[in-house]
């Protein structure tokens, strides 16, 4: 509102005059209709204390898929449950980015051949605070209880702490989870999303491209491109089921590979492509 007033350029690109702004109230009765739930978070905010378990990982390493149990078992969940639409309070804005944004740039050629498009998926850290912030509910320290196990209420319940594997540390946030267009230079989002900071890529991606999936209307996607962070047999088939073909890159810490110097190397799979691409020097 107060940007609205000093920034006149922003009043008009938000379709008003600078000489007749709308009042607060309206803004937040604007702000209800894209959000069309009562609780502004997906997540309660009453939660138990996170215990951050410290792993030990290495610089560029992905967040180890401690959890292929995990995801196998999201992946057989979802497959029975994709046929039920699920109902997301971001629904709306993201009708509005289809019809709005996504439409436009499918006309203009922007996102590739939209009847055979290749998207590519990954995720990248958003931090919002250098702490999670919470109060306590009970009064246990104050009694002398120094480690209880009673909810505590959190300011921001959809953010957690996860592991930012480029800048080799913690940080607090959403995992923004990004499906986009692969095929042409642009690489534009078809399907932003932002989880909790802890979700791992693999996790990330398979509720992504389920949702992605039942709410995209402009064409067809059959190709996901995607890094060995997702290098797990479910995703195969999960995206094979989905009618994409995988292409996925080989995790060089589960699987042995023998490198050989400047070779692009495909392995066969019954669902796609795995590949292994070693650098030329
Ligand atoms: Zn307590």
Request: contains cysteine; positive net charge; hydrophobic residues 35%.
């Amino acid at each position: 509102m107060n940007e609205l007033k000093r920034t006149p350029i922003y009043a008009i690109l938000s379709g008003f005059s600078p000489a007749d702004l709308p009042g607060v109230g309206t803004f937040y009765d604007f702000f209800d209709r894209l959000w069309p739930a009562v609780d502004k978070n997906l997540r309660p905010r009453m939660q138990h204390k996170r215990k951050g378990k410290k792993k030990g990982k290495k610089k560029g390493e992905k967040a180890p898929t401690t959890t292929p149990g995990r995801v196998e078992r999201l992946v057989k969940w979802m497959m029975r449950h994709t046929d039920k639409p699920t109902v997301l309070p971001a629904d709306r804005l993201f009708h509005f980015f289809q019809s709005q944004i996504l439409s436009v740039s499918a006309n203009l050629g922007l996102l590739g051949d939209i009847s055979a498009l290749s998207a590519a998926g990954d995720g990248t850290p958003v931090v919002t605070s250098a702490y999670p912030r919470s109060k306590p509910t009970c009064d246990c320290r104050a009694r002398g209880i120094a480690d209880c196990d009673h909810h505590r209420l959190y300011s921001q319940p959809d953010c957690n702490s996860g592991w930012d594997s480029a800048r080799e540390k913690y940080f607090n946030g959403y995992h923004l989870y990004m499906i986009s267009a692969a095929d042409s230079k642009h690489d534009l989002p078809l399907y932003p999303r932002l989880h909790p900071a802890s979700r791992h890529d693999a996790v990330s991606l398979v509720m992504s491209t389920v949702e992605f999936k039942q709410r995209f209307a402009l064409g067809t996607v059959d190709k996901m491109l995607l890094d060995a962070a997702h290098d797990a047999e479910s995703i195969y088939l999960l995206l094979t089921h989905q009618g994409m073909e995988p292409f996925i890159d080989l995790n060089v810490r589960s699987k042995r590979n023998t490198a050989s110097k400047g070779v692009v190397r495909f392995r066969f799979h019954p669902q796609g492509f795995r590949f292994a691409q070693t650098e030329i020097q």
